[in-house]
C-alpha cells in the first residue's frame, strides 16, 4: 500500500502535536522527495549512514528524532549537511524530523517507553504543563538496588550505562538523551535515582553530594524507541511498510 507525503505529513502532526512545544528545531518535513510513500524507515539521527541504508532498502521517506537546522547551528548548507541532504533530494527521499515531540509523547515517546522499559508504574512527565525538555517520573513495583537498575537497562538497552552510588531504589526520576543537566531537578523532587543518556564532570559531584543514584544509560541507547514505536504506529494506521534501522553508536 502508498500514501501521499502530505497523508503522512498531516498523520505524524496529528500524532506528534509539534506545535505544543518550545524546540530547538523545526519538526516535520524537512527534506521534501517525492510525493508517493510506500517504504518508510525510521532511525534515531538522519546520520550518512542511516540515509544510505535507507535508500538501499527502498525508503520513499525517513522519519529521524535528530533531524536537521538546529537553533545553535550554522545554517549553511555545507559540508557533512550538504552531503546528506545532497544524497537525499538526489534520490527523492523526503525526511521527516521530530525532536521534543517525540521526547514527550504519553504513548509512544522516548520518556514513556524509557520508563516501561524500567519497570516503572505510571510514568509521568513531572511537569506536565511544561513545552520544554521533559523529565519523568515514577515509582517501580518493589525496591531495587541501583545495581540492579543498571543491570536491567544493561540488558535491555543493550548498552553498559555509568553508575554512580549504591542505594536502594525506589523512586526514580529521567530524561532521555543528554538530560543530565536536571539530576537537581530530580533530587529536588525526591527521587532516589537520575536516570538520563549523557553525563558531565559536574554531575558525579551533584550526584555525591545530593545523595542520589545516577545513571548515564547512552544519548542513542534511550532514544531508539519513540521513533520506532511511531512508525509502526504509521504502518498500522495508514499501510505502509516500516522499518527501524540501528545505526550503532556508543554515546
Not at 173 to 180: D, P, Y
Not at 236 to 250: M, T, V
Request: aromatic share 6%; hydrophobic share 40%; proline share 4%.
Amino acid at each position: 500500500m502508498a500514501c501521499t507525503r502530505e497523508q503522512l505529513t498531516a498523520f505524524l502532526n496529528n500524532l506528534l502535536e509539534p506545535r505544543r512545544f518550545r524546540d530547538y528545531c523545526p519538526n516535520g518535513l524537512q527534506v521534501e522527495g517525492r510525493g508517493e510513500v510506500r517504504h518508510l524507515v525510521t532511525g534515531v539521527t538522519a546520520s550518512q549512514a542511516l540515509i544510505e541504508a535507507a535508500i538501499e532498502r527502498g525508503a520513499d521517506a525517513i522519519l529521524v528524532h535528530h533531524g536537521y537546522f538546529w537553533r545553535s547551528e550554522d545554517p549553511c548548507i555545507v559540508g557533512i549537511k550538504a552531503q546528506r541532504i545532497r544524497s537525499l533530494i538526489a534520490n527523492d527521499v523526503n525526511l521527516f524530523a521530530y525532536h521534543l515531540p517525540l521526547d514527550w509523547h504519553a504513548e509512544l515517546g522516548n520518556n514513556v517507553t524509557l520508563g516501561r522499559l524500567m519497570g516503572i508504574e505510571n510514568p509521568r512527565p513531572l511537569d506536565p504543563l511544561d513545552t520544554g525538555t521533559p523529565i519523568f517520573v515514577g515509582h517501580l513495583t518493589a525496591p531495587v538496588r541501583l545495581q540492579q537498575l543498571a543491570r536491567l537497562l544493561h540488558e535491555r538497552l543493550k548498552r553498559a550505562p555509568m553508575v554512580i552510588g549504591e542505594q536502594a531504589v525506589s523512586s526514580v526520576a529521567w530524561c532521555t538523551g543528554a538530560g543530565q543537566g536536571y539530576i537537581d531537578a530530580a533530587a529536588d523532587w525526591g527521587a532516589d535515582a537520575f536516570v538520563t543518556g549523557e553525563v558531565s564532570e559536574q554531575t558525579i559531584h551533584i550526584a555525591r553530594e545530593r545523595g542520589i543514584g545516577f545513571i548515564a544509560a547512552g544519548h542513542h541507547a534511550t532514544e531508539r524507541y519513540g521513533v520506532r514505536e511511531a512508525g509502526k504506529r504509521v504502518s498500522d494506521q495508514l499501510g505502509i511498510s516500516h522499518e527501524f534501522i540501528d545505526i550503532a553508536n556508543p554515546a
